[in-house]
C-alpha cells in the first residue's frame, strides 16, 4: 500500500465483509477500496485531512448525531464530563461509537468525528467488519439506545470478541429522566433514542439471547455532585434503582 494511504497493518488482519466475516478482505490500491470476494461489495477508503478511512457503511447515506428536542445548560451540566477509561496493554480494544471521545485502540462509529481517533472506521453497530473472535475488549457506551435492533447489535459484539463486551446505557427508571420529561428537556427527547432499558429489561435480553456468562449493574458514571450525591441512595431497598443514572452490562466469552 502506498505510504500516504497507511493504515495499522494489525486492522488489515482482522476487517471483513460485514456480510461474510470467515471470509478475508482484498484490498485494491487502483481502486483504494476492499472487495469482498463472497459478494463483491467493495467498501472504499475515504480522504479526511490526510488520512484515509475504511467506510464499511451499509447505509451509504449522510449520518450526524440526532437532536435532542431542547438543548437546556441544565441537561448539559448533568452529562458531566466525559468518562475516561484506561487501555489494557498489549489488548486489542475496539471502542463502538466512539463519537468524540474515543476510548479504544481501534474506535469505530457511523459518523466522522470533529476530532478523528486513532485507527478509526466508518461501520454500523448492527454489522461491524471484523472476523469472529479477532478482537480482545469491545466498548459500546451510550450507543445501545440510538439502534433500531440492539440485539443484533449485541449479538455482533459477542460473535466479534476473544474476551470481554461492556455495554453502558442510560438507566430509564433514574429520578433525572422523569424531572426531565416534566420540564421536557432531557436525554429522552432526543430523536435518536428509540429504547428505555432498565437492569431487569437488559438481563432478560441477555438471557434470552443464550449469554450466560454475563452481569448486569446499575451505577453513576456523572461527574455532576448533584448525580453522584443521588447516587449514594441507590443501595435502598426497592426505590434504589430510581438514583443510578447508568446501566451497565458486561458479557463475558472466555
Not at 475504511?54 to 448539559?76: A, H, M, T
Not at 448492527?126 to 478482537?135: A, C, D, H, R, V
Not at 430509564?172 to 435518536?192: A, K, N, Q, T
Amino acid at each position: 500500500m502506498n505510504k500516504t494511504m497507511y493504515i495499522d497493518p494489525v486492522l488489515f488482519k482482522i476487517l471483513a465483509c460485514p456480510f461474510h466475516r470467515n471470509h478475508t478482505l482484498h484490498f485494491s490500491v487502483k481502486s483504494v477500496a476492499f472487495f469482498c470476494d463472497s459478494c463483491n461489495n467493495s467498501y472504499e477508503l475515504l480522504e479526511q485531512d490526510g488520512v484515509y478511512i475504511p467506510n464499511f457503511l451499509i447505509d451509504k447515506g449522510n449520518w450526524d448525531r440526532g437532536f435532542r428536542g431542547i438543548k437546556s445548560n441544565i441537561v448539559n451540566s448533568f452529562q458531566g464530563k466525559p468518562f475516561k477509561r484506561q487501555l489494557e496493554e498489549n489488548k486489542l480494544v475496539l471502542d463502538v461509537g466512539c463519537g468524540e471521545n474515543a476510548r479504544g485502540n481501534i474506535n469505530m462509529d457511523c459518523y466522522i468525528p470533529g476530532k478523528l481517533p486513532r485507527n478509526f472506521i466508518l461501520a454500523n453497530a448492527e454489522y461491524l467488519p471484523f472476523k469472529p473472535n479477532s478482537i480482545d475488549i469491545i466498548l459500546s457506551y451510550y450507543n445501545i439506545e440510538h439502534l433500531i435492533n440492539p440485539a443484533a447489535h449485541i449479538m455482533s459484539l459477542y460473535e466479534t470478541v476473544k474476551n470481554k463486551v461492556e455495554i453502558v446505557t442510560d438507566n430509564s427508571e433514574w429520578l433525572g429522566d422523569m424531572i426531565f420529561r416534566v420540564i421536557g428537556d432531557g436525554r429522552i427527547f432526543h430523536d435518536e433514542h428509540y429504547y428505555k432499558w432498565s437492569i431487569e429489561y437488559f438481563a432478560n435480553l441477555l438471557s434470552r439471547l443464550g449469554l450466560k456468562k454475563n452481569s448486569v449493574c446499575l451505577l453513576n458514571r456523572s461527574s455532576n455532585p448533584i448525580v453522584s450525591s443521588l447516587s449514594k441512595l441507590g443501595s435502598l431497598p426497592i426505590i434504589g434503582n430510581f438514583f443510578y443514572r447508568d446501566l451497565k452490562a458486561e458479557i463475558h466469552k472466555d
